[in-house]
Protein backbone atom coordinates (compact mmCIF):
# COMPACT_ATOMS: atom_id res chain seq x y z
CA UNK A 1 0.00 0.00 0.00
CA UNK A 2 1.39 3.14 -1.03
CA UNK A 3 -0.44 6.09 0.62
CA UNK A 4 -0.18 8.17 -2.23
CA UNK A 5 -3.75 9.42 -1.18
CA UNK A 6 -5.93 9.48 1.82
CA UNK A 7 -6.86 5.84 3.26
CA UNK A 8 -8.75 5.57 6.09
CA UNK A 9 -8.00 3.01 8.82
CA UNK A 10 -10.37 1.00 10.97
CA UNK A 11 -8.50 0.68 14.17
CA UNK A 12 -9.40 -2.39 15.93
CA UNK A 13 -8.02 -5.46 18.07
CA UNK A 14 -10.39 -7.94 16.85
CA UNK A 15 -10.19 -8.57 13.02
CA UNK A 16 -13.62 -10.30 13.44
CA UNK A 17 -14.85 -6.83 13.23
CA UNK A 18 -13.11 -6.37 9.22
CA UNK A 19 -16.60 -7.03 7.92
CA UNK A 20 -18.65 -4.57 9.65
CA UNK A 21 -15.52 -1.91 8.63
CA UNK A 22 -15.64 -3.36 4.94
CA UNK A 23 -18.40 -0.19 3.44
CA UNK A 24 -16.23 2.84 4.98
CA UNK A 25 -12.51 1.75 5.57
CA UNK A 26 -9.64 1.58 2.73
CA UNK A 27 -7.57 -0.87 5.66
CA UNK A 28 -7.71 -2.34 9.05
CA UNK A 29 -5.11 -1.16 11.59
CA UNK A 30 -4.59 -4.14 13.97
CA UNK A 31 -3.26 -3.29 17.41
CA UNK A 32 -1.86 -6.09 17.80
CA UNK A 33 -1.08 -4.80 21.21
CA UNK A 34 -4.43 -4.94 22.66
CA UNK A 35 -4.74 -8.39 21.19
CA UNK A 36 -5.12 -11.62 23.13
CA UNK A 37 -3.15 -13.77 20.66
CA UNK A 38 -2.29 -11.53 17.48
CA UNK A 39 -0.34 -13.78 15.43
CA UNK A 40 -3.08 -16.87 15.83
CA UNK A 41 -5.68 -13.91 14.84
CA UNK A 42 -3.44 -13.00 11.47
CA UNK A 43 -3.30 -17.06 10.73
CA UNK A 44 -7.23 -16.94 10.99
CA UNK A 45 -7.68 -13.74 8.83
CA UNK A 46 -9.01 -14.29 5.68
CA UNK A 47 -10.74 -11.10 5.21
CA UNK A 48 -11.03 -8.43 2.13
CA UNK A 49 -9.46 -5.48 3.67
CA UNK A 50 -5.66 -4.97 4.11
CA UNK A 51 -3.82 -4.57 7.41
CA UNK A 52 -1.38 -2.22 8.90
CA UNK A 53 -0.21 -3.72 11.89
CA UNK A 54 0.28 -1.94 15.12
CA UNK A 55 2.05 -3.58 18.35
CA UNK A 56 2.03 -0.47 20.07
CA UNK A 57 4.85 -0.04 23.51
CA UNK A 58 3.69 0.80 26.85
CA UNK A 59 6.44 3.82 26.39
CA UNK A 60 4.23 5.25 23.71
CA UNK A 61 1.20 5.01 24.79
CA UNK A 62 0.41 1.27 24.39
CA UNK A 63 -0.15 -2.31 25.47
CA UNK A 64 2.57 -3.80 24.50
CA UNK A 65 5.28 -4.60 27.80
CA UNK A 66 7.25 -7.16 26.09
CA UNK A 67 11.12 -6.14 25.47
CA UNK A 68 12.30 -4.41 22.20
CA UNK A 69 13.44 -7.42 20.63
CA UNK A 70 10.35 -9.54 21.28
CA UNK A 71 7.69 -6.96 20.23
CA UNK A 72 9.47 -5.99 16.95
CA UNK A 73 10.04 -9.79 15.94
CA UNK A 74 6.01 -10.11 16.39
CA UNK A 75 6.00 -7.46 13.82
CA UNK A 76 8.49 -9.26 11.93
CA UNK A 77 6.46 -12.32 11.90
CA UNK A 78 2.82 -9.95 11.00
CA UNK A 79 4.49 -8.54 8.13
CA UNK A 80 4.95 -12.07 6.25
CA UNK A 81 1.16 -12.41 6.56
CA UNK A 82 0.15 -12.02 2.67
CA UNK A 83 -2.95 -9.38 4.18
CA UNK A 84 -0.34 -7.44 6.18
CA UNK A 85 0.49 -4.33 3.76
CA UNK A 86 2.01 -2.14 6.01
CA UNK A 87 2.98 -1.83 9.91
CA UNK A 88 4.08 0.66 11.95
CA UNK A 89 6.99 1.85 14.08
CA UNK A 90 8.06 4.32 16.66
CA UNK A 91 10.22 6.87 15.39
CA UNK A 92 12.22 6.75 19.03
CA UNK A 93 12.38 2.77 18.21
CA UNK A 94 13.73 3.34 14.83
CA UNK A 95 16.19 5.53 16.16
CA UNK A 96 17.20 2.93 18.62
CA UNK A 97 18.12 0.06 16.32
CA UNK A 98 14.98 -0.85 14.64
CA UNK A 99 16.36 -0.57 11.30
CA UNK A 100 16.08 -4.76 10.68
CA UNK A 101 12.24 -4.49 11.51
CA UNK A 102 11.89 -1.67 8.23
CA UNK A 103 14.31 -4.13 6.01
CA UNK A 104 12.34 -7.28 6.67
CA UNK A 105 9.04 -5.07 6.09
CA UNK A 106 10.21 -3.99 2.74
CA UNK A 107 11.65 -7.07 2.02
CA UNK A 108 7.97 -8.46 2.02
CA UNK A 109 6.56 -5.47 -0.11
CA UNK A 110 5.08 -3.93 3.28
CA UNK A 111 5.08 0.03 3.65
CA UNK A 112 6.32 1.46 7.35
CA UNK A 113 5.18 4.01 8.95
CA UNK A 114 7.16 5.91 11.64
CA UNK A 115 4.78 7.46 14.67
CA UNK A 116 5.13 10.05 17.06
CA UNK A 117 2.64 10.49 19.65
CA UNK A 118 2.42 13.16 22.03
CA UNK A 119 0.04 12.74 24.39
CA UNK A 120 0.53 16.03 26.35
CA UNK A 121 1.02 18.56 24.04
CA UNK A 122 1.44 20.46 20.46
CA UNK A 123 5.56 21.34 20.52
CA UNK A 124 6.16 24.87 19.60
CA UNK A 125 7.14 26.94 16.34
CA UNK A 126 9.86 24.89 14.34
CA UNK A 127 9.73 22.47 16.57
CA UNK A 128 6.72 20.77 14.86
CA UNK A 129 7.65 21.14 11.78
CA UNK A 130 11.30 19.34 13.03
CA UNK A 131 9.43 16.75 14.65
CA UNK A 132 6.89 15.88 11.62
CA UNK A 133 10.00 16.25 9.12
CA UNK A 134 11.77 13.13 11.33
CA UNK A 135 8.93 10.99 11.23
CA UNK A 136 8.64 11.54 7.57
CA UNK A 137 12.65 10.83 6.41
CA UNK A 138 12.35 7.58 9.30
CA UNK A 139 9.77 6.01 7.44
CA UNK A 140 7.85 5.60 3.77
CA UNK A 141 5.08 7.81 5.69
CA UNK A 142 5.13 9.87 8.67
CA UNK A 143 2.43 9.82 11.37
CA UNK A 144 2.71 12.68 14.20
CA UNK A 145 -0.41 12.28 16.91
CA UNK A 146 0.06 15.77 18.80
CA UNK A 147 -2.44 16.81 21.80
CA UNK A 148 -4.22 20.49 21.09
CA UNK A 149 -5.04 22.33 23.82
CA UNK A 150 -6.34 25.42 21.49
CA UNK A 151 -7.45 25.86 17.85
CA UNK A 152 -4.05 27.59 16.85
CA UNK A 153 -2.33 24.24 17.84
CA UNK A 154 -4.34 22.19 15.34
CA UNK A 155 -3.73 25.42 12.49
CA UNK A 156 -0.03 24.65 12.93
CA UNK A 157 -0.31 21.30 12.54
CA UNK A 158 -2.41 21.14 9.49
CA UNK A 159 -0.03 24.04 7.86
CA UNK A 160 3.17 21.53 8.83
CA UNK A 161 1.47 19.03 7.17
CA UNK A 162 0.53 21.06 4.11
CA UNK A 163 4.12 22.45 3.77
CA UNK A 164 5.12 18.53 3.86
CA UNK A 165 2.54 17.42 1.60
CA UNK A 166 4.03 20.11 -1.06
CA UNK A 167 7.59 18.85 -0.69
CA UNK A 168 6.58 15.45 -2.01
CA UNK A 169 6.73 14.29 1.88
CA UNK A 170 3.89 11.30 2.91
CA UNK A 171 2.65 11.99 6.22
CA UNK A 172 -0.29 11.11 8.85
CA UNK A 173 -1.30 14.29 10.83
CA UNK A 174 -3.84 14.64 13.87
CA UNK A 175 -4.50 16.50 17.31
CA UNK A 176 -5.86 14.44 19.90
CA UNK A 177 -8.11 15.76 22.50
CA UNK A 178 -11.28 17.54 22.05
CA UNK A 179 -9.41 20.70 20.84
CA UNK A 180 -7.61 19.00 18.26
CA UNK A 181 -10.77 16.56 17.09
CA UNK A 182 -11.97 18.49 13.82
CA UNK A 183 -8.64 17.54 12.84
CA UNK A 184 -9.18 13.93 11.99
CA UNK A 185 -12.02 15.52 9.49
CA UNK A 186 -9.60 18.13 7.93
CA UNK A 187 -6.15 16.95 7.99
CA UNK A 188 -7.15 15.17 4.51
CA UNK A 189 -7.41 18.50 2.88
CA UNK A 190 -3.73 19.42 3.80
CA UNK A 191 -2.29 16.48 2.49
CA UNK A 192 -2.40 14.05 5.66
CA UNK A 193 -2.46 10.37 3.99
CA UNK A 194 -4.24 8.14 6.87
CA UNK A 195 -7.21 8.78 8.43
CA UNK A 196 -8.04 6.35 12.12
CA UNK A 197 -11.40 5.52 13.28
CA UNK A 198 -12.76 2.77 15.61
CA UNK A 199 -16.06 0.84 13.94
CA UNK A 200 -17.23 0.85 17.42
CA UNK A 201 -17.60 3.94 19.23
CA UNK A 202 -16.67 2.68 22.09
CA UNK A 203 -13.80 1.07 21.57
CA UNK A 204 -11.41 4.21 20.62
CA UNK A 205 -7.53 3.91 20.90
CA UNK A 206 -6.75 7.87 20.64
CA UNK A 207 -8.11 10.21 22.35
CA UNK A 208 -10.93 12.36 20.15
CA UNK A 209 -11.70 9.81 17.31
CA UNK A 210 -15.06 10.09 15.45
CA UNK A 211 -16.16 6.24 15.10
CA UNK A 212 -15.60 5.02 11.44
CA UNK A 213 -18.86 5.85 9.81
CA UNK A 214 -18.91 9.27 11.00
CA UNK A 215 -15.47 9.72 10.14
CA UNK A 216 -15.62 8.34 6.40
CA UNK A 217 -18.81 10.70 5.78
CA UNK A 218 -17.74 13.47 6.97
CA UNK A 219 -14.30 13.52 5.41
CA UNK A 220 -15.96 12.27 2.20
CA UNK A 221 -18.25 15.83 2.56
CA UNK A 222 -15.19 18.00 2.38
CA UNK A 223 -14.08 16.20 -0.30
CA UNK A 224 -11.42 14.65 1.75
CA UNK A 225 -11.45 10.93 -0.34
Not at 1 to 13: K, S, V
Not at 29 to 50: H, I
Not at 53 to 64: A, I, K, L, V
Not at 86 to 102: F, P
Request: with cysteine; net charge negative; charged share 30%.
Amino acid sequence: MEFDAFRLAAATAELSEEPAAREHADLVEFRMDLAADPLAALDDYDGELPLLCTNRPDWEGGDCEADEADRLGTLESAVEHPAVEAIDVEVAAIADGAQATLDHAHDHGATVVASVHDFESTPPGDDLAELVARAAAAGDVGKVAVTAEDRGDVLRLLSVTDALDRQGERVATMAMGEAGRHSRVVAPLYGSRIGYAPVDPAEATAPGQYDLATLDRLVADLGGR
